[in-house]
């Protein structure tokens, strides 16, 4: 079983890779970012790594959402499919996160 520490690293590695093959660079993979060793830094990670995806989900536009875009899936996918990709991602990794924590805090 995986820690609460991993899934949030997860979430935040998913932002940024999804984010940079997407709309930026693309030249780094998963190998490539720095995972940090304390719950300080890793939440400070996470943290910074939404701020590139609300940024830009607060300026998507219909036709933004439809362009296709380069993604380190494959294949070219439209905006809105890296989104919804990348929201289902933090939305089941959050909720692993919340349920783990939970158990914890039954066993305290």
Do not use: C
């Amino acid at each position: 079983m995986t820690s609460i520490g991993w899934r949030l690293v997860h979430i935040a590695a998913d932002n940024w890779i999804y984010m940079e093959h997407a709309f930026g660079p693309g030249k780094r993979n998963f190998p490539d970012l720095e995972v940090h060793g304390t719950a300080g830094e890793v939440l400070a990670d996470w943290r910074a790594s939404t701020e590139p995806v609300s940024r830009w989900l607060r300026s998507a536009t219909a036709e933004a959402l439809r362009q296709l875009r380069p993604s380190h899936l494959g294949d070219p996918l439209s905006a809105g499919e890296v989104m919804r990709i990348l929201i289902d991602e933090q939305t089941h990794h959050g909720a692993e996160i919340a349920l783990l924590r939970d158990l914890y805090l039954r066993r305290a």
